[in-house]
């Protein structure tokens, strides 16, 4: 007797791609959508982060100018949408920024991968790149460790993968290989490598290298260069008005924190000689899984494809060829890791073995290296999405329960901002909590302009003050500066009429070189103090009005 066959057993590979093009599309859409359906930001780990870009969007509020008028150590880009969103929005424009940036991703990756790649491959690409630019929780931390912490890292990853796959991917359409068509995707893939400078400098720069090194191999065509210098400077025309045109001063501060830039290497070193070569058991083992799920396992898939590819050539690449590629893949991805106080989890490694897939999918080989090289790029996908969608829906589901309001107890709401200081580095009090009493204080102070010797200044944001026209928004000490690397005492303070130094940091290393190098200049410019709380001293030259 014949058997039937199954109704499944007759769908093409064609029919299964275009299937999980459109749930891949599907769930990237819901993803977009997902953070207009919130009002409020959260922040369970890095509340005084929070206020990184909610300082600089309120200072771009008042007219200033990035670089020019306040110091930054990454570029203007998410401030500038920050900005945008923030007076509509209030500080919902921290949850909403992802949506706009996944957006431009969405479109971008249509623009330069379209008919370059399979649909399914392309499916898992679109999702791996939306997932990346809306995830929620900081970056190689667990999926409920929720923060707005560093989302410039997020941008600048996702804007990347664009890069990586306008540079790789070969056409394999009519539609796709049309000259206007690749013209088209080699000007947005200039445009994102400026925007990438103007997110941070080690994105923007490495955008570039890999810009002219993979043309040596998967896009050995150099015609493209005039299109993406077009789309370079007409992005650089239009980022430049964010800054005044002041490059000058865009580049003095990248400058500095060159200079400053040393915690990150003993940070890393750190983790990775504690965690491998002087393991304790006081490491959770969680952690030691989310190390291997974010690092280990999606580099392993990207060295087995490279082995395939390197074993099943395409278009005759040498195997050299191949494992440069691969060597350039890791050094990417771990050397943005390494420079972006994270532990691992970048969403480029599996944007890699996608590159190498699909060389396989192509080629004459057979079906069995094609199938392996999907398998290992599938796995590495998912290693990274599911995290961020799990991020996705704990936020949801936080959002339900925070209407209670003994879910939570201790959190402190201002402007809409939920802070859960759980992970303040002053228990018991959380740093919400200290953040309201201390406004009352600044509130006595004719015209407030706030300078806050610590970490970050949220302020001039809670209070919805006038900025003062110098300092900075973010110190950390050998991050973004250091003895040797500092601002001016008339940079830092500027037209300020009232510090305020903690007495419980949240950095305390920071606070402690602040103090140390800006004390003699408060002591001989009249700064006294004039009222303390638990948690903050307060200095002035002007008289407190009487309180409430």
Request: aromatic share 12%; hydrophobic share 50%; proline share 6%.
């Amino acid at each position: 007797m014949e058997m039937k066959r199954l109704p499944w057993s007759r769908l093409r590979p064609e029919h299964v791609g275009t299937a999980s093009l459109i749930a891949s599309v599907g769930l990237a859409v819901a993803c977009i959508i997902s953070p207009w359906t919130s009002s409020r930001v959260w922040d369970t780990c890095f509340g005084h982060d929070v206020f990184i870009p909610l300082d600089a969007a309120h200072r771009m509020l008042h007219g200033q100018i990035p670089h020019r008028d306040f110091y930054s150590y990454v570029g203007p880009a998410e401030s500038w949408i920050v900005a945008k969103l923030l007076g509509r929005y209030g500080v919902g424009a921290l949850v909403r920024m992802p949506s706009l940036v996944a957006l431009a991703v969405l479109l971008g990756v249509l623009v330069v991968a379209w008919g370059r790649t399979s649909r399914g491959l392309l499916g898992g690409l679109l999702l791996t790149l939306v997932v990346t630019a809306t995830g929620a929780h900081q970056l190689s931390f667990s999926f409920h460790e929720i923060s707005q912490s560093a989302y410039y890292n997020r941008m600048g990853f996702a804007l990347l993968g664009i890069v990586v796959l306008e540079r790789c991917l070969v056409p394999k359409t009519a539609w796709a290989g049309r000259s206007r068509i690749r013209w088209l995707a080699a000007f947005v893939t200039g445009g994102v490598v400026v925007t990438l400078f103007f997110v941070k400098f080690t994105f923007g720069l490495a955008a570039l290298v890999f810009a002219i090194a993979s043309t040596t191999w998967l896009n050995p065509s150099a015609r493209a260069f005039p299109a993406m210098g077009a789309g370079a400077l007409v992005l650089t025309v239009a980022w430049g008005s964010t800054i005044g045109y002041r490059f000058d001063a865009l580049l003095r501060d990248y400058a500095q924190v060159l200079l400053a830039r040393k915690t990150f290497v003993t940070f890393e070193i750190g983790f990775f000689q504690d965690m491998f070569l002087h393991p304790s058991p006081r490491i959770p083992l969680g952690r030691v899984f989310e190390t291997i799920r974010n690092d280990a396992w999606p580099a392993a898939c990207l060295l087995g494809t490279g082995a395939l590819v390197a074993r099943f050539p395409a278009r005759g690449e040498g195997r050299r060829e191949v494992w440069a590629f691969v060597l350039l893949g890791i050094v990417t991805s771990f050397g943005l890791v390494f420079t972006g106080w994270q532990f691992g989890e970048s969403p480029l490694l599996a944007v890699f073995c996608a590159v190498l897939t699909d060389r396989l999918e192509w080629s004459a080989s057979g079906g069995t290296p094609r199938r392996w090289g999907t398998a290992l790029t599938g796995c590495a996908m998912m290693a990274f999405i599911v995290p961020q969608l799990l991020s996705i829906a704990y936020v949801r589901t936080w959002q339900v329960q925070s209407r209670q309001p003994d879910t939570f107890p201790g959190i402190t709401a201002a402007r809409g901002l939920v802070i859960d200081g759980s992970a303040s580095a002053c228990k018991p009090e959380e740093y919400g909590a200290r953040l309201m009493e201390a406004l009352p204080i600044l509130r006595r102070v004719p015209d407030p302009r706030v300078v806050t010797l610590d970490f970050s200044n949220p302020f001039p944001f809670l209070l919805g003050a006038k900025p003062v026209a110098g300092g900075g928004v973010c110190f950390h000490y050998d991050s973004t500066f250091n003895d040797a690397s500092t601002l001016s005492p008339e940079r830092m303070f500027g037209d300020a009429n009232v510090v305020v130094i903690p007495s419980c940091a949240e950095d305390p290393a920071s606070v402690s070189a602040l103090v140390a190098e800006y004390q003699p200049y408060l002591q001989a410019h009249g700064f006294v103090p004039v009222a303390r709380t638990s948690s903050f001293f307060f200095f002035s030259r002007e008289k407190l009005t009487e309180g409430p």
